[in-house]
C-alpha cells in the first residue's frame, strides 16, 4: 500500500478470483464456468464487429436491449446492461443503499456483497442461514434496509421459490429488494415475471454461467423502468461505454440461438443430476442445487483436504474457509467425461482413506 491511499479505505479486502490454471491438462471445476464453447456463429460476428471497432460502441445498447426484451418478454426501458454483472451489482449498491438506506444479505453468499458494501462504504448487516444453510425467508420480513438475495444462493445452490420471494417483496415495499440470478437458468424460476407486479424488484442476471460467455463479460438488470434509469443514471455518470461492440454484437447472437443455449443448460442439469447421484453412493452429503455447482462434504475428509487431494489428480474445485461451510467444497458441473474422471477419483480418495 502506497501512502497515499485514502484512510477509509484501508481495511478494504478486495475480492479474490478463482484461480485460473494455465495448464490445459487441469480439469477445472473452481469457478462455474460453462463448460461448453460459445454458440459457433459468434467466430464470424466477431471478424464483422472488428471493422466498426475505430468507432464508439452504441452506450444504449440499443439492439441488445430490443432483442433481451423479446425473449423475455418485457419492455426496453425495464432492462440495463453492463460489463458483467458485477458492475451492475456495484452501480446497485451506489444507487439503492448509503448510510441511511443500509444493505442486507444472507452471511453466506456471493463474496462480492461485503466487498461493494465496504468500497462504497455502506453499513450492512449480514443474516444468518438455517442449519441446512438455507435462507430463513421470515428472517427478511420488514428489513427497513436495501435487501440482496443470490437465487439459487452461492455456494450452496439452494434456490428459493417465487412465492416466498413475494413474501420479501411485499413486506419491504419501501426497499428495494434485489435478486442476482447468475445461476437461476440451471433450474430455477425466474422472478423477472414479477417486475410488473412490484416496483421495488430489481433482478440482475449474467452470460457468464448459462450463456456460455465468461469471458467476454457482459450482465444485465431488469426491473421497474424508474429503478434501471436509476441505474443508467449511475452507469452515465461512471462509463456509459461499458458494454463494448464486441460483446454487445455477441449478447445479441446468443439471445438469437437461445436453442443452443437451452441445450448446454439441460445438458448440465443432467451431468448435475449424475453427480448427485454418484456422489450420493460414495457416502457424501450434498445439498440440492439448482446451480451450475453442487456443495458437498464427506464425513471422513474436511473440505481442504478434499480440494487438496483433487488437486493432486489434476482436479481444480472451489473450497472456502469461514467456519460454517469449511467441511465442503464447490464443484462445478463440467462435461459428463469430466464428471465420470471426478467420481473415479473421489471413489479412489474416499477408498483410499477407508482402508
Ligand atoms: C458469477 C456471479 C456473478 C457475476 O458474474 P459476472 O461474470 O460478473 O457477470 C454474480 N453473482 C453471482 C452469485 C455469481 O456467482
Redesign the pocket.
Known amino acids: 500500500m502506497s501512502k497515499f491511499f485514502v484512510e477509509s479505505l484501508q481495511s478494504l479486502e478486495a475480492y479474490t478470483p478463482g484461480f485460473q490454471p494455465k495448464n490445459s491438462d487441469i480439469i477445472k471445476l473452481n469457478t ?1 464456468e460453462n463448460p461448453f464453447p460459445p454458440s459457433p456463429e459468434i467466430e464470424g460476428i466477431l471478424v464483422d464487429v472488428s471493422k466498426t471497432l475505430h468507432l464508439y460502441n452504441d452506450p444504449t445498447c440499443q439492439t441488445l436491449k430490443e432483442v433481451f426484451a423479446k425473449n423475455y418478454d418485457i419492455s426496453e426501458d425495464q432492462v440495463i446492461f453492463s460489463n ?4 451492475i ?1 456495484a452501480f446497485a449498491f451506489q444507487a439503492f443503499c448509503d448510510k441511511n438506506t443500509q444493505i442486507c444479505f444472507p452471511e453466506i453468499s ?1 463474496g ?1 456483497y461485503e466487498v461493494f458494501a465496504e468500497l462504497y462504504r455502506i453499513p450492512y448487516e449480514k443474516i444468518h442461514l438455517k442449519d441446512d444453510l438455507s435462507i430463513k425467508v421470515s428472517d427478511y420480513f420488514s428489513k427497513n434496509k436495501t435487501i440482496l438475495i ?1 437465487n439459487p444462493n ?1 455456494p450452496t445452490g439452494i434456490c428459493l421459490g417465487l412465492s416466498d420471494l413475494e413474501l420479501i417483496l411485499n413486506t419491504n415495499q419501501e426497499h428495494v429488494v434485489i435478486i ?1 440470478e ?2 437461476i437458468d440451471f433450474g430455477g424460476e425466474s422472478a423477472i415475471c414479477l417486475i410488473n407486479k412490484f416496483d421495488n424488484l430489481l433482478v440482475t442476471g ?4 448459462s450463456r456460455n460467455l ?1 469471458g467476454a ?1 457482459l ?1 444485465y438488470a431488469v426491473g421497474n423502468k424508474d429503478l434501471i434509469a436509476d441505474l443508467n443514471r449511475i452507469k452515465f455518470s461512471f462509463n456509459p461505454y461499458n458494454v463494448n461492440a464486441m460483446t454487445q454484437a455477441i449478447g445479441v447472437a446468443s439471445l438469437e440461438n437461445d436453442a443452443y443455449f437451452k441445450e448446454c443448460c439441460n445438458t448440465v442439469i443432467e451431468s448435475r443430476e449424475y453427480l448427485l447421484k454418484e456422489l450420493d453412493k460414495l457416502g457424501f452429503t450434498t445439498l440440492d442445487s439448482k446451480a451450475n455447482f453442487v456443495f458437498t462434504k464427506h464425513p471422513f475428509f474436511h473440505g481442504k483436504e478434499l480440494l487438496d487431494g483433487l488437486l493432486e489428480k489434476n482436479i481444480l474445485v472451489r473450497h472456502f474457509s469461514k467456519d460454517k461451510i469449511s467441511d465442503f467444497v464447490r464443484i462445478t458441473i463440467g462435461t459428463r467425461k469430466n464428471m465420470e474422471i471426478l467420481v473415479e477419483i473421489l471413489k479412489e480418495l474416499v477408498e483410499k482413506k477407508h482402508a
Open positions: 462455474n458483467g454483472s458485477d458492475e451489482l456471493y462480492f443470490a452461492a442476482d447468475a445461476y449474467t452470460f457468464s454461467k465468461a463479460r450482465g
